[in-house]
């Protein structure tokens, strides 16, 4: 590992560096604009008047006495915008508001929008609306949704997916099997809980409007609101603001934000700003999904597994939103990051009248990972080995054929080598011995393991493109606008990092802005852990295109061929004699003097994807990255509290643009990994959240986070820029299921449903001490 870190030292001059973030200084000084921080003079503020009922028919509503209110210039419902639109990724399913006489299909459905010169007046407008309901029955179990009594309440588009794998001959490998075990997991639904609520404000601008917004999504947010205005895109201008946070969340909730709010702008032609406090972004913003995992698995008594059979059973909510997407991820990653022969996967996501689930950080795969790296430890006791051993017999490798039928040949598979560092990292086997002979003790450490893999960029979903935009100034400062946005995440940094490599120039030369829709070339969601992959690409074929121009200029005054010119740290020189050189700045100038364009799009797309819904095979992802965590515990027996002493982390991610900031990912993905396995719950009963702010919803705080060790091993892919792929989510995929491993080892009890909360620590020791084992 450290030999390949010095040849990259050597390699690369930018990329590979920890350098600061480029939006670091705006972010300490607070002088970043987040959308909430946006004013205009004549400004109004919306609020929206929510449903009572999560399905209930709207018989009526009568804003009269709110209107009258003073200080309320306007009150919108559904009847007073018959232009309005459904709109939604998949289905056109989502109503920015139920009109009367319809049905709503969860408590976040908006039925009317006031807007006042204060946020204050405007709330307390809304609690003078009269709205008459008729409650229905809704369904808020997934397994009645899938009964066919079920098309009454939620019709016939009640599934709105669903997947089928087969590899080799399932029934065969059970029958080879010498151990069968079947088990139920359930994993909970979670809120995103980002820091900050959503928020948009509208100015009307002749025909036009312009948006401000925490969008996480731009391009697929204007397009969103343009659908359900009815409007062209390019009479909708979006700007992201600064984001505080999104891991997936702020799309659907930052949509109906913004069609509320624009209805206001053209009704009255004044600015509208629409800022969500805690509890409405709780009850609106969609939730990772909860699923019902049933895995059976054949092995043979060497620690051979033969066969699998998956059935995954997702909570879509209300809406379709992108659960096809999450169940792609879940079904094809099933089987977790082993080579099993007879393989059967049936994944279903269903609707309910539950709140909406969407995009997670993670997107399907901490579900499916908690319940095969559960699984694989309770193979391994039952066995008599050791949670290493059998990982090793069974992991992937180099031309493994996984159950979607894709040959891993075109990237190195390195599992084995990750599941390898960590393992030594943590000292796995010493401690794992010595923590099973804990007898009659308050304080029990238990040690855990899981590997993951994961798909990079978009892959069998659906098609995947970006594309960025370069200018370079006549001082040679570089400029990037690019479809890929900064969330927070730091790519901002980490593509300013590759153009200035691939310019062969000074860092501090480039800048990437915020995605603004009217500049930056359309590309899909920044999402998939894909922003550096994909966005890297774009800018390493934007910035080619202008070097190429720059060559032959070069090659003009220095004489030489243009084979033979090299870019490098800030001058551009004869590969043959590096002392015949101009600066890149006077470069830039020379071209600008004979009229050369110094701008241009770069553009991206992923190929080699040929996967058949219909089949449930073939190639699913372009490549993919490889993950291993090792947590350890320790329970107290007494209360039932687990703490999470340590986390070990290895990652092969290809490249590391920026090391710093692929550790701060990790640290994050913990974070998240602690939170999913031992506290969070956003706990829903007949439709009714249970909790809709942070006094209630428990998530990891920072006295809560154990010690971390880190550790990257890097093998560059061909697939990716400078051999960069995926680290934002498989930061968090591993880490649940290896702390619920932990405290199994610590007590001897397994745990099937998440969290693992005290209550059920507490619940599974006292049942184990009345069958008479300590």
Partial sequence: MISKVIEKEKEFSVVGKSLPRKDAIDKVTGTARYAADYYFPGMLYAKTLRTKYPRARIKKI???KALEYPGVVTVITAKDVPFLKNFGFFHRDIPPLVKEGDITNCIADGLAVVAAISEEIAEKALELIEVEYEPLPGIYDPLEALKDEAKEILGENRIYDHLHTEKGDVEKGFAEADLIIEREYRTQRI???YLEPEAVVVVPEGDRLIIYASAQYPNLVRGDIATALNMPQNKIHLIQATLGGGFGGKHEAVVLAGVRAALVA???GRPVKMEYSREESMIESSKRHPYILKYKIGVKKDGTIVALDVKNI???????ASSPWVLFRSHVHATGAYEIPNVRIDSVV???NNPNSSAMRGFGNPQVFFAIESLIDEVAEKLGMSPIEIRMKNALKQGSVIATGQVLNNHTVSIRDVLKKVVEM???????????NQKNQRFKRGIGVAITFRGVSFGGEGFDFAGVYVTVFPDGTISMYGGVSEN??????ALSQIAAEEFGVPYDY??????DTFVTPYSLTTSASRGTFIGGWAVKNAVSQIKERMKKVASEILKVPEEKIIFRDGYVFSKDDPENKITFKELVQACYARQINMSAVGWHYVTGIDWDPHTGKGNAYITYAYSANVAEVEVDTQTGNVKVLKIYAVHDSGTIVNPVAAKSQVYGGISWSLGYALLEDFKVENGYPKAINFDKYRIARAMDMPEVEIEFIENPDPNGPFGAKSIGEPALEPGASAIANAISHAIGVRFYRLPITRDKVLEALKKKKEQGDN
């Fill in 350 to 352: 269903v609707k309910t």
């Fill in 510 to 515: 480039v800048i990437y802005s915020n995605d």
């Fill in 191 to 193: 809120e995103h809980s």
């Fill in 314 to 320: 997702a909570d879509g909510g209300a809406y379709c």
């Fill in 266 to 268: 053209l009704k009255t």
């Fill in 488 to 493: 927070g995440q730091g790519l901002r940094t």
């Fill in 426 to 436: 943590s000292d796995f086997e010493r401690k794992w011995k010595e923590y099973k």
């Fill in 62 to 64: 009568d804003v009269s």
